[in-house]
């Protein structure tokens, strides 16, 4: 009995169903030529499906977004929570490893170069480092090694350096004459001859990761505030509180009995260097306490300017946005939300306006530190018996 057509149609997707399940990876090859021949196409109508459905297309992006970021949170706790485990258990981890490449090397070699295809890069990187890092292990059997080798070499054929030598004649020759008239050179000038310290390579490594590690560690805030010291006469200098402190009193005692008793000099005038050093430091300080207090001020305010600017602009920017979304509609886009659209416009105007203030604020600071920090031996420096050492005109009046 022959299946009549409904049949023979509901059957044609159970067969199609069940040669992919039977052929997974032609099938996947099926499709995977399919996107490619066909990839102008599907993008134009995955365009147009969004433009249909913006909506539902964003809501599809917000879920899409809320999975990846559980997958890498989840991730990342898994990841910490291995790192734990082989911190505790690292012994029991290192003799399962062994054992696992002893038992499968087939697998470990598939691995390897499943590894390098994918990441040839990073293979190599990591190949160099690991030769670098048992190079410097070793370096002693190493040199040992190739002593002995060398050795061997030149009882094979004594004669090796001197063919090499003649071989390459007017090169070392020209390399002497470098070196004599480097030695004449550095005699004519009454300096002493030129002595080089050989190092090992991977000694040179070893000095190179401790001076790294140096200057990359966290100061206490007593260091900081000796090497903040040192810079008084620069500005801005971005440190905390407790550092200025710190700085301030490193100074102080710089200065000695002078600042305290300063009638061995006022007579005359001449104010010491390190009172003027001392002076100006302190007031470079107030000034960026000051500056601190303005940009907090400034930020602060941004509400209030917000909201002031979007009552004075909020019907300029609607109408805006509607000539704006008339000219999309007529290139075949979506027009603009108009809410969102306007509070996108008001913030990046607000954001030009507060920066606006901070950088004419910035101009008018930088420009007094510099007045401060080219200041010498002046009246202003010269304190009156009446007034209190170096703290000027009000610093203040031209911050207004």
């Not at 992919?20 to 399919?34: I, L, M, N, S, T």
């Not at 991977?202 to 966290?218: K, P, T, V």
């Not at 700085?247 to 102080?252: G, N």
């Amino acid at each position: 009995m022959c299946p009549t057509g409904d049949e023979q149609e509901a059957s044609e997707p159970n067969l199609r169903q069940s040669w992919r399940q039977a052929h997974p990876e032609a099938a996947a090859e099926g499709r995977r030529r399919y996107r490619e021949a066909h990839a102008e196409e599907r993008a134009a109508a995955h365009r147009a499906w969004r433009e249909r459905n913006i909506e539902r297309s964003r809501e599809l992006n917000r879920e899409s977004a809320k999975r990846q970021a559980h997958r890498r949170r989840q991730r990342l706790k898994k990841n910490a929570h291995a790192r734990e485990w082989y911190a505790e258990n690292r012994e029991v981890a290192l003799e399962r490893g062994r054992r696992f490449r002893e038992e499968h090397p087939d697998k470990v070699r598939e691995y390897q170069r499943r590894y390098k295809d994918g990441h040839p890069e990073r293979a190599r990187r990591s190949g160099r480092e690991y030769a670098q890092r048992h190079r410097d292990a070793n370096a002693d059997a190493i040199r040992e090694r190739q002593r002995e080798a060398a050795a061997a070499r030149r009882k094979r054929n004594p004669n090796q350096h001197r063919e090499w030598y003649e071989k390459n004649l007017e090169e070392q020759r020209a390399r002497g004459r470098e070196d004599q008239r480097r030695r004449r050179r550095l005699k004519a000038l009454g300096l002493p001859p030129s002595r080089i310290h050989r190092l090992y390579a991977e000694e040179r490594r070893a000095h190179d990761a401790a001076a790294d590690e140096y200057f990359a560690r966290r100061r206490s805030v007593a260091e900081r505030g000796a090497i903040a010291a040192e810079a008084v006469d620069g500005f801005g200098l971005d440190v905390p509180k407790a550092v200025a402190i710190r700085r301030r009193v490193v100074l102080r005692d710089q200065v000695m009995p002078l600042e305290r008793d300063p009638s061995a000099w006022r007579v005359s005038g001449d104010v010491p260097p390190e009172v003027i050093r001392w002076r100006r430091a302190r007031d470079l300080q107030a000034l960026k306490e000051s500056h601190d207090r303005l940009v907090d001020k400034i930020r602060a305010e941004r509400p209030q300017i917000y909201e002031h600017h979007r009552q004075r602009n909020e019907a300029r920017l609607r109408e805006e946005i509607r000539l704006d979304s008339i000219a999309r509609e007529l290139r075949g886009l979506p027009p603009y939300e108009v809410e969102q659209e306007v509070k996108s416009r008001l913030d990046d105007e607000v954001t030009r306006i507060v920066n606006q203030r901070l950088n004419a604020m910035r101009h008018r600071i930088v420009t007094r530190a510099e007045d401060i920090a080219k200041r010498r031996n002046t009246g202003w420096d010269a304190a009156s018996p009446h007034q209190v050492a170096a703290t000027g005109p009000d610093m203040g009046s031209w911050l207004r």
